[in-house]
Structures are given as C-alpha cells and as structure tokens.
C-alpha cells in the first residue's frame, strides 16, 4: 500500500515571496509522483507529474518539484507566488501500472497575503 | 485533452431521498471510472472503482448499498446516494484514470457538492 504525508495544512505566503510544499510518500513498490491543485468548490487540476528521467519537474504556472527517492520526497516550490495561486494542493502517488487509482495527501491549503 | 463531465455541479436533497451523480466521458472511452469523496478539510478517499460490465470495486468501509454504482457504457457511470443523510454531505469526484507509463495522466470531473438538509 501507498501512502502519502503532507505535514502543512495551511501555508500563509506573502504575495511574490517563494513558496515549498512539502509532500513525503511510502510504498513498497516503485509510484509515480503527481501535484494537484483544487480551486474552491472545483475539481483537481494537474500542475505536474513525475514518472521517470530527470528528478526536477516544472509543471504549469511557474511550479516546479523535486524527486528525491532517498528521502522519498517530492516537494512542490515556486520561486514567486501569486494571488492568484491560493488554493488547496494536493500531492499524490500511483503505483507504475496502468489504470491506476491515486492515494492523496491530505493537502495543504496555500494563502497569499497581498 | 480528454473531458470529464461530472454533472450536477452541487445539490441539495432532503434526508431520505436518493441522489444520482452522471459521470461521463466525452471524447474518449474509459472502461474504469474512479470515485472519490471529499469531506470538508480533507483528502480525497477513493470510495469505489465502476468498471464497464461488471460490478463495482469498494474500498473498505463504503457501503455498497447506499453507494449505488453503474457502468452502464464506455462513457458513462454514476453513482446514487440512496436514502441520503446529512453525513453523507461532501464534495464527490469522479475521475478516469490515466495511464500514466504512456504519460497520460488522470482526468477529473468538476465535482459535485451535495448538501443533505
């Protein structure tokens, strides 16, 4: 089994200052890395996703992760935030098969203050 | 990219009733639909797994009986909440899943928010 830890619940950021997300998985099987954002009252949008190669990861809207396997770690960091990103993020994992269901963190729900 | 429609969007049913959530879809065939629910404040658990033809995947703790699901075609399954109470009232999400070795990720609907009063 899977499972995914996400330490922030809430993040408070100055509006143009750098963010980090901070996502962990375990699995006793090789998983595949995704980040979601979740607007209020909408559905899951992807930003990014890792699946093999190179270990950084840019994703839409200026985000990029980092995989880390030693640590198993796939932190979500954007170098200048904006208002428009407060949101809820969700990291999540799939095991390398097809057809696969996502196990999620519990999200972090990422604020920017003007 | 492929489409999702979850549709309705949000509603409101009194205690008792039955509710039923379409999920379809729209430019392509998933022969797997995932459902998902979402309370306030929380993670998205994975309540079932609607596979076209046959029966419907629980996961456990989710009654299968008060959680109706129904893969009747490639592009649609939905899933009615029978005799609705208002612990029932969450954020539910369908989603197709990707394959993502052919770097195709999941697809999710829009979500439907139901309120039981």
């Known amino acids: 089994a899977q499972s995914v830890t996400q330490l922030d619940s809430q993040v408070p950021v100055f509006e143009e200052a750098p963010v980090e997300l901070r996502c962990n998985y375990s699995?006793?099987?090789?998983?595949?890395l995704f980040w979601y954002v979740q607007y209020p009252n909408q559905g899951l949008q992807l930003l990014l996703k890792?699946?093999?190669?190179?270990?950084l990861v840019k994703g839409i809207n200026g985000f990029e992760a980092e995989f880390n396997k030693s640590q198993t770690s796939f932190h979500l960091r954007k170098p200048s935030v904006h208002i428009s990103d407060t949101a809820e993020y969700f990291c999540?994992?799939?095991?390398?098969?097809?057809?696969?269901?996502?196990?999620f963190g519990t999200g972090t729900r990422l604020t920017i203050i003007p | 990219g492929a489409v999702v429609s979850q549709h309705p969007s949000w509603v409101i049913c009194k205690s008792g009733t039955s509710v039923k959530i379409e999920c379809r879809s729209l430019?392509?065939?998933?022969?797997?639909m995932f459902w998902y629910r979402q309370f306030p404040k929380q993670s998205l658990m994975l309540m079932a797994t609607?596979?076209?033809?046959?029966?419907?995947?629980?996961e456990q703790g989710v009654e299968k009986d008060k959680f109706l699901i129904n893969h009747a075609s490639l592009t649609l399954s939905t899933l009615t909440v029978t005799s609705a109470h208002p612990e029932d009232s969450s954020f539910y999400i369908c989603?197709?899943?990707?394959?993502?070795?052919?770097?195709?990720?999941?697809?999710f609907g829009q979500g439907t928010r139901l309120t039981v009063v």
């Open positions: 999540a994992v799939s095991r390398i098969f097809g057809n696969e269901k996502l196990t």
């Open positions: 699995s006793s099987v090789s998983v595949y």
């Open positions: 890792y699946l093999s190669g190179s270990t």
């Open positions: 430019d392509f065939q998933a022969t797997t």
């Open positions: 989603s197709a899943p990707g394959q993502a070795n052919m770097n195709t990720e999941a697809f």
């Open positions: 609607s596979n076209e033809g046959s029966k419907a995947t629980y």
